[in-house]
């Protein structure tokens, strides 16, 4: 019986396209974006005490134990959370620590909303990775407009200006690995569960953290409030994965990129409220350019499936 188990298990599942999975993805992408948005205000609070190792571990820790929590409640229980194809899970995980480091780094210098606005760039490189790595096709329009968000990103830099620092070329290099690990999300929801992707990308900076924690001790004290501030990081993020790795399997990565940007309305109003920023003109008009351009090729998308299905 468990042989049979584990073999139906690794059966790939096919990735839809269809109306009702599209929206329905869309809905988890909006929704993931919110927690995260949400997870990385806590964080940003507590790394000057935790600092980025401590943030790093007990996020693994708590975002473990939440995700580990989610799936025992479902039918396959422990199950959900075993990987299937170990070596490309594994890749994903380390990539996502790297990916956390490079934000957590940018936060003591930066606001929520100027890493935002940058990470915006994400959605237009997962557009072009797509192409080899998913096989979809793009098209010149689609071509010529990701290019013209790439010069958004220039707008927001605006060389010898306030973000042009060490800490936002780390960042960049971060936001192409992201954009890489959201593609290898949609490449292994054929054969993981959500929970399973969730699950190793929370042991991954759990492990990332501690290594970090042995040789960076913690700057500060964990009050009471700073541990409920890491265990709120740590709900929110395996939450967020867990639903986000959801939608990923729903919808194409065309269809749900462009909802990335909901994140600068949470990280706005976060920094505005929590750490009292305010974005320069300059990212929120490069923010715009991105943004435009995103929202173009969502519209040539749409254009394109409604030709399709005449």
């Known amino acids: 019986m468990a ?73 396959d229980g422990w199950r959900r959370i075993v990987p299937v194809r170990w070596g490309l899970v594994i890749l994903r995980s380390v990539l996502s620590a790297f990916v956390s480091i490079t934000w957590y780094v940018s936060w003591r210098k930066m606001s929520l909303a100027d890493t935002y606005a940058l990470g915006f760039t994400a959605p237009l490189l997962m557009t072009l990775m797509a192409m080899p790595m998913l096989g979809e096709r793009i098209r010149w329009r689609r071509m010529l407009s990701t290019l013209f968000g790439f010069a958004g990103v220039l707008v927001m830099l605006r060389p010898g200006g306030d973000l042009w620092r060490p800490e936002t070329l780390l960042l960049m290099v971060g936001i192409v690995v992201m954009a890489l690990t959201r593609i290898m999300t949609r490449q292994l929801s054929t054969t993981e569960t959500p929970e399973c992707q969730a699950f190793s990308l929370m042991v991954g900076h759990l492990c990332t953290g501690s290594v970090m924690v042995a040789v960076l001790p913690m700057p500060g004290v964990l009050t009471p409030v700073v541990w409920g501030a890491l265990a709120f990081l740590g709900l929110m993020s395996g939450l967020a994965h867990c639903v986000y790795a959801r939608g990923y399997g729903l919808a194409p990565i065309s269809a749900l990129a462009p909802y990335d940007y909901t994140a600068l309305i949470w990280g706005g109003l976060a920094g505005w409220l929590v750490f009292a920023e305010v974005p320069a003109w300059s990212t929120i008009g490069g923010a715009a350019i991105v943004a435009a351009a995103g929202l173009y090729n969502l519209h040539r998308e749409r254009v394109l499936a409604a030709a399709s299905a005449r």
């Not at 839809?16 to 988890?28: K, Q, R």
């Not at 993931?32 to 693994?60: F, S």
């Open 3 to 75: 042989e049979r188990t584990v073999a139906a298990a690794i059966v790939p599942r096919l990735l839809v396209e269809d109306a009702h999975s599209t929206v329905l993805g869309i809905g988890f992408a909006v929704l993931a974006n919110l927690m995260w948005t949400l997870g990385d205000t806590a964080a940003k609070w507590v790394i000057p005490v935790a600092g980025i190792g401590g943030a790093m571990l007990w996020r693994g820790v708590f975002g473990a134990l939440v995700v580990a929590g989610v799936a025992v409640t479902q039918d």
